[in-house]
């Protein structure tokens, strides 16, 4: 032990003897008694673990929950369309609601998502994931979106990534609602909009169909209010829940380096509440969290379902779409990070020798 601390051996039996503990160059000592001879050393130590002996897998840490233990949470909403259609003038007019309506407003952070009050109900928006995020997610099997807003221009009608769109919102089996934007230009026509739709499945409900569409003008910010509201009620409808007792699950939506802040991190919490201080584990980076904050920048110690937050700590760079969990401590992260490390070398591994498989059958 003398030797693991880089200390004279007489000096920390010395150290042991004022503890009370009569100790001889060979003997063993107790952990606990290595841990407070370090301290009068002014040193830190950690009992060796080793890693492979912890058996922790996914299905672990993501469990179902009972029944009786869900409790409702706020609709997560993607805001989808054409290029130019208002997908990001909508979403800046429904944080404009927020300001205008008293709430304490300042500069918004991109941290990849933000929440809305209305009528005293919280909405999460993410900010739109390039179709391309979206889809690698969905590949992943990462469901990260509960209702999708699909913005058709008024003056321009269904284009072709209004159709991706679509297809996306209906491959991930999530309801749409239809916002036709620009309403303040004379051009705009709702009814060739609604027309146009009809063709891929989405009737309105004026028209005697199922989908809800509502008519607003990102820049006069008429009709933004109705929009949330439907937001509102569609959630309700899909009876939304989570157990927000327990270790959190998340979903890693954007990731970043950061130059002074390290590994960053914005992850929605989908189950229970991630905590400031937590051990978190998220493909083969894990780490503890060192601070959190919310989509205004500020410092927050938790965040429960649907919630997002940006987190410093972890020790590589996540991955957008995995997922991240929350661990009992340090050894279990790192034990799940480092298989996964394994798994991902092993993949790289296989990958390479199928290609020099398909190469030589080329070659025959
Ligand atoms: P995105 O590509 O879907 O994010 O579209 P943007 O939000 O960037 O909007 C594209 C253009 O349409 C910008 O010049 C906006 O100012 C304009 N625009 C967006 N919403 C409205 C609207 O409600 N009315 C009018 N007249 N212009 C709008
Ligand atoms: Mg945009």
């Known amino acids: 032990f003398a030797e693991k601390i880089d200390e004279n051996a007489n000096q920390v039996i010395m150290k042991l ?23 009068e050393f002014n040193k830190e130590i950690a009992k060796e673990v080793k890693l492979d002996e912890i058996e922790i897998q996914e299905k672990d840490l993501d469990f179902e929950d009972d029944e009786k233990d869900l409790q409702t949470r706020p609709p997560v909403v993607s805001v989808m369309g054409h290029v130019d259609h208002g997908k990001t003038s909508i979403l800046d007019a429904i944080r404009d609601t927020q300001f205008a309506s008293g709430e304490a407003g300042g500069i918004t952070q991109h941290i990849g998502a933000s929440t809305v009050k209305i009528n005293d109900k919280e909405i999460v928006f993410l900010d739109t994931p390039g179709h391309e995020a979206f889809t690698q997610m969905r590949m992943r099997g990462a469901q990260s979106t509960d209702i999708a807003i699909l913005v058709v221009a008024g003056d321009d009608g ?92 998340g979903i890693i939506i954007e990731a970043q380096l950061d130059k002074a802040r390290g590994s960053v991190a914005t992850v929605l919490v989908q189950k229970g509440t991630l905590h400031d201080k937590d051990y978190v584990v998220t493909g083969s980076s894990s780490g503890r969290i060192r601070a959190m904050f919310n989509s205004k920048g500020e410092p927050i110690s938790e965040a429960g379902p649907s919630m997002p937050a940006q987190i410093l700590g972890l020790s590589d760079v996540a991955e957008a779409g995995d997922k991240i969990f929350a661990v009992e401590d340090e050894k279990t992260a790192r034990a799940y990070a480092d298989r996964a490390k394994e798994q991902k070398r092993e993949e790289r591994l296989i990958q390479k020798s199928n290609t020099n498989l398909e190469d030589m059958y080329e070659g025959i």
């Open 17 to 39: 003897m004022g503890l009370g503990v009569m100790a001889g160059l060979n003997d063993q000592i107790e952990f606990e008694q290595a841990e407070l001879v370090a301290l």
């Open 158 to 249: 269904v284009m072709p990534q209004t159709i991706e769109a679509i297809n996306h919102a209906k491959a991930a089996e999530i309801p749409i609602i239809v916002a036709i934007n620009k309403m303040d230009k004379e051009e705009s026509d709702p009814n060739r909009v609604k027309q146009e739709l009809t063709e891929y499945g989405l009737v309105s409900e004026d028209w005697g169909g199922d989908t809800i569409m509502v008519e607003v003008s990102a820049r006069t910010g008429d009709g933004i209010k109705d929009l949330l509201e439907m937001v509102l009620l569609v959630a309700e409808m899909r009876e939304l829940k989570a157990n927000p007792n327990r270790a959190a699950v």
